[in-house]
């Protein structure tokens, strides 16, 4: 599985971003996905991801009600909008993959990074 994402940036407080990340292979509809981040001098964190073969998406308490994840299952894409944007909010964000049926194996995207200026 390989990864390609994109949609970071530089944006004020308040603003909005919407990160794609667009997923080779098949069986794209039966994989575990999601939305990481890591800022600067912490681990990495779960933003948001839905079990395999779809379900309700868990978000990160920091992000509930901001962000949006969803996906286009013909175009293989995730999809993250992020939206009242805070500078605790600036990261490096990768897409994650976990790949039906072997939901054991991590495959990431070279990361995206957003900058949230105060």
């Known amino acids: 599985v390989q990864l390609q994402a994109s949609g970071g940036g530089l944006v004020q407080t308040g603003g909005s971003l919407r990160l794609s990340c667009v997923a080779s292979g098949s069986a794209f509809s039966l994989n575990r996905m999601g939305w990481y981040r890591q800022a600067p001098g912490k681990q990495r964190e779960l933003v948001a991801r839905i079990p395999g073969g779809g379900g309700s998406v868990v978000y990160a308490d920091s992000v509930k009600g901001r962000f949006t994840f969803s996906r286009d299952i013909a175009k293989n894409t995730l999809f993250l909008q992020m939206n009242s944007l805070e500078p605790e909010d600036t990261a490096v964000y990768y897409c994650?993959?976990?790949?039906?049926?072997?939901?054991?194996?991590?495959?990431w995207g070279k990361g995206t990074q957003v900058t949230v200026s105060s």
């Open positions: 994650n993959v976990r790949p039906w049926p072997n939901y054991d194996m991590h495959y």
